[in-house]
């Protein structure tokens, strides 16, 4: 069992205004793992995607198939 603790981060992206979601992709090699949480609330809850999943959507938020906001 690995005690690994996430390291989160925010996206350089990211505007700074507060609206963001953070992610701990360092878990994605020894728990299959990345999870996901909301920057304004560190103490809440925190969804784990399965690290395909997740390179599944950052390859098509690349490829533009999410449009823009």
Do not use: H
Not at 8 to 27: K, P, R
């Amino acid at each position: 069992m690995t005690t690994e603790t996430p390291r989160w981060f925010t996206s350089s992206y990211s505007n700074n205004g507060g609206d963001c979601v953070e992610v701990a992709a360092n878990l994605a090699a020894s728990r299959g793992i990345v999870p996901v949480r909301d920057s304004k609330r560190v103490d809440g809850p925190v969804i784990d995607v399965s690290a395909a999943a997740f390179s599944t959507f950052v390859t098509g938020v690349q490829a533009g198939e999410f449009g823009a906001a």
